[in-house]
């Protein structure tokens, strides 16, 4: 049985899950606009796996005995100054949210729960990926001219 306390943070988490997926939607329909489909494709497919996020904390608490609760899911921004911006915004939200999950993990440990902290570090390692991956990808828009710009938006276009 997993405490209510770790329910409720786990729940918090999976409409910041669920806040992040929109974010990036939000995202690929901006770029998309922009005229930037590589960009765009790759937004989404991150915004198909923040909501598989949400979808596995919302199964490891059924199974655990907990109740899922979805509160409400905020608003997300719809504009950005440049791909830089945008990029830059995205990266900085993956480190919020390993942050958040960090959390996750020091509460399952202070609740002596192993076995919720061990599936939590499964979201820590996915996480440092994630940063990782956006750290490179805003890096490389930042230092980018406009020519440079639509070649990474190409490249992005080959995210399986």
Aim: hydrophobic content about 40%; aromatic content about 10%; proline content about 1%.
């Amino acid at each position: 049985m997993i405490s209510e306390k770790l329910v409720q943070a786990i729940n918090k988490q999976i409409v910041a899950e669920m806040w992040s997926a929109n974010l990036y939607l939000s995202m690929s329909y901006f770029v998309k606009q922009q005229g930037f489909d590589g960009y765009a494709h790759w937004l989404k497919k991150q915004s198909v796996e923040e909501m598989e996020h949400s979808y596995g904390l919302a199964d490891y608490v059924i199974k655990r005995g907990g109740n899922v609760v979805i509160g409400k899911v905020d608003e997300v921004p719809v504009a950005w100054d440049s791909i830089a911006a945008l990029f830059k915004n995205v990266y900085e939200h993956e480190c919020k949210v390993s942050a958040m999950i960090d959390e996750l993990v020091n509460l399952a440990s202070d609740l002596r729960d192993k076995a919720s902290e061990d599936f939590l570090l499964t979201y820590v390692r996915e996480q440092v990926e994630e940063e990782d991956t956006a750290q490179g990808i805003m890096e490389r828009v930042t230092k980018a001219d406009s020519s440079a710009l639509f070649f990474l938006d190409e490249k992005m276009s080959q995210r399986a």
